[in-house]
């Protein structure tokens, strides 16, 4: 008996089969609920605060007016679950704001936004490569001098290591070939913004990377589906797993898969099943 199969993938599912086939089952599959995790939510904060400074007239986009964007940032969040339900000592909280003002601040040293001509912000693109549905949010979409597009994804974790920017690097050209796909147009260039150090890694799409997303989907795809065949999801132990929600429940750790489904709470109601794998 096989195990259901995601309907679409985006570049972060991507990532998460390649680092730890396990970890991309209790997210993707079993779409098993994980803890608020302050990190993750400081980077919806900073994301949000940034578009709000986006959608500013371009001579206002000042750091006093991204630090005010981040405290309306705030407010919109207030009630979101991944904020509200963060357990932080009064210290931690003190920590955590001034952590995002941080790098609000930092991301005034990578351009200035007063230049920016955004088309698009937070823009979901789905489009259909052969077998597979891809899927991604960018973060920022915009024009160019030469009226070129241009992919802006804002990072505010730490800057990955050389082997861990190629693979960041390939979600950058699944964005580039969905903007070809649903826009009708290849970004002249698909820029990450580290705001942590900060640094900006930049890259130049071609039609040989763009077609090669198609080629590597599909290959993904059918390892997936493979996987979801036998229900054989391996864990892949490694320097992320001290952050891994899931690590309990990894049998790398002594942990028991099938004890993971206590994320979901006394008394939930179970999702419905994703569509069961089939030979193709």
């Known amino acids: 008996m096989g195990v259901g199969f995601p309907p679409s993938l985006s570049p972060s599912s991507v990532s998460a089969f390649k680092d730890c086939p396990l970890a991309f089952r209790f997210a993707y599959i079993d779409r098993l609920p994980e803890p608020p995790s302050a990190p993750a939510t400081k980077g919806t904060l900073v994301h949000r605060a940034l578009e709000l400074l986006m959608c500013r007239p371009q001579p206002e986009r000042t750091v006093d007016a991204a630090l005010a964007d981040l405290g309306q940032a705030k407010l919109d969040l207030a009630d979101d679950p991944d904020l509200a339900g963060l357990e932080l000592t009064d210290d931690e909280w003190e920590q955590f704001h001034a952590d995002a003002e941080q790098l609000v601040r930092r991301y005034f040293l990578l351009e200035d936004p007063r230049a920016v001509r955004p088309i698009g912000l937070e823009l979901k693109l789905t489009a259909q490569f052969g077998r597979v549905t891809l899927r991604g949010i960018i973060d920022r979409l915009e024009l160019d001098d030469d009226g070129q597009f ?101 049998p790398a750790y002594g942990g028991d898969p099938a004890q993971a489904v206590e994320l979901r709470g006394p008394g939930t109601v179970i999702e419905p099943t994703l569509p069961l794998a089939v030979n193709s």
């Not at 990450?192 to 039609?207: C, D, Q, R, W």
Request: with cysteine.
């Open 150 to 250: 241009v992919v802006t994804d804002y990072k505010t974790g730490s800057v990955p290591s050389e082997y861990a920017e190629n693979m960041r690097l390939s979600g950058v050209h699944i964005y580039a070939a969905l903007c070809e796909r649903m826009l009708g147009r290849r970004p002249s260039r698909v820029q990450l913004y580290y705001l942590s150090k900060p640094e900006a890694i930049i890259a130049t799409p071609t039609a040989q990377s763009v077609a090669g997303v198609e080629r590597r989907a599909d290959a993904l795809w059918s390892a997936i589906l493979r996987a979801c065949e036998r229900d054989d999801f391996r864990p892949h132990p490694g320097p992320l797993c001290d952050y891994c929600t899931f690590k309990p429940y990894c």
